[in-house]
């Protein structure tokens, strides 16, 4: 901390050393072109443009928290800002030329201020107390700043009752934070990054579900999709599958019966929408197949549709009986599917990147409905199958 205070102290000290090469009037120096680039190459497209008053550079607080994949709050009762990051939590007051962070004080260069019902920030101070490396460059009125994309970021709810989440790509530690609130560790999470990839996230009536997703490899044939069920603030349920190759990903994630759906590499969960675990099924003992990844295609109190990924039969699954059906068999001719047989020997084949052409399209009372693609000539047909 105190390193982090000395930092401060000298930024504060060169913003006023900046001053004294600005010539004119603070409103002169308001109407100044700044712009703003992140990792010296990328520019900033900002809507509400950046000031430059007494030598210092304010921020839109809300744009500004957004690059930073920092939250923002702003509480106008009595003009306060929170500015929340995992590692901090940082507090300002319209017009104070004070700051605290993490419960200690610090002096501004500049006071944020409202300018047109829009909150402005002083950008050297708040980056660089996230760690941002903060450069200015005179003769081009140009702000860089240099920081890490560390954080996947999600939110849920409205300005009055969000909460957010951070997701350390390097660690798995997952926070979150309560509208303004200092961030809390939720948990420390398997999950590992190895691309590019996203977080989103689902709700229900007692469990927020995020979903992250990572795409690696020449040419990104690899996919892991995570799972984490976050109930009560606490971790409850983690997954992970690995997908590899061209075929496309058709999980569903919610059974027709309302059940949340999971799959963990080879393992279904059947989940409430609190996240209790309400059924487990291993799909290599049930199908038979020994793939390393599958997909759930369609899930009731009856029945279960699934395929296991690299093989790529869709198998039907009777969940009272057990018995698993390769559906390519019943719908199709015997040449058909001894076509398909041949085709599954070289799985990453460019016309066996449908498999055996089959998908679900949903159930009717005892129907399965089924659409098949031919692999030949793309052309496409219903089929209704009957469970009975």
């Known amino acids: 901390m105190a390193s982090v205070k000395r930092a401060i102290i000298a930024a504060a000290f060169a913003a006023t050393l900046l001053t004294a090469g600005v010539s004119g009037g603070s409103a002169k120096m308001a109407a100044a072109a700044v712009s703003v680039t992140h990792n010296e190459f990328h520019t900033v497209n900002l809507h ?74 002083p950008i050297r101070f708040v980056s660089e107390a996230l760690g941002v490396d903060v450069n200015w460059m005179e003769k081009e009125k140009r702000v860089n700043l240099n920081f890490d994309d560390r954080y996947l970021t999600t939110v849920k709810g409205t300005l009055s009752t969000e909460l957010t989440y951070w997701l350390d790509r390097n660690t798995g530690e997952l926070f979150a934070s309560n509208k303004g609130e200092a961030a809390r560790l939720v948990a420390e999470t398997k999950v590992e990054l190895s691309g590019y990839g996203g977080l989103g996230i689902a709700l229900t009536a007692g469990a927020d579900v995020l979903t992250v997703t990572d795409y690696y ?66 799909l290599r003992a049930l199908t038979g197949y020994e793939d390393e990844a599958f997909q759930v295609e369609w899930y009731d109190n009856d029945i279960m549709v699934v395929r296991p990924h690299e093989t790529g039969w869709l198998t039907l699954i009777d969940r009272k009986t057990g018995q698993a059906t390769r559906l390519i068999e019943k719908v199709a001719t015997p040449e058909q599917v001894q076509t398909y047989l041949e085709l599954a020997k070289y799985p990453t084949d460019a016309t066996f990147q449908h498999w055996d052409g089959l998908k679900v399209t949903g159930r009717e009372g005892n129907t399965l409905k089924l659409k098949h693609t031919s692999f030949q000539d793309g052309s496409s047909k219903t089929i209704d199958y009957s469970l009975e």
């Open 217 to 282: 490899g020449e040419p990104s044939l690899n996919t892991d999709i995570y799972k984490i069920v976050v109930t009560d603030g606490k971790l409850s349920l983690e997954t992970k599958a690995h997908y590899w190759g061209t075929h496309p990903i058709r999980n569903i994630e919610q059974g027709s019966n309302g059940s949340m759906l999971f799959i963990d590499g080879t393992t279904l969960y059947e989940a409430d929408d609190g996240g209790a675990i309400k059924a487990k099924h291993d």
């Open 48 to 121: 509400n443009k950046p000031r430059l008053e007494g030598g210092t550079v304010l921020l839109p607080l809300r744009e500004m928290g957004d690059l930073l994949k920092a939250r923002t709050t702003y509480f106008t009762e009595d003009k306060r800002i929170a500015i929340v990051y995992p590692s901090h939590r940082i507090e300002m007051k319209l017009g104070s030329a004070t700051a605290t962070m993490n419960g200690e004080t610090y002096k501004l260069a500049a006071p944020p201020k409202n300018v047109n019902g829009t909150v402005f920030v």
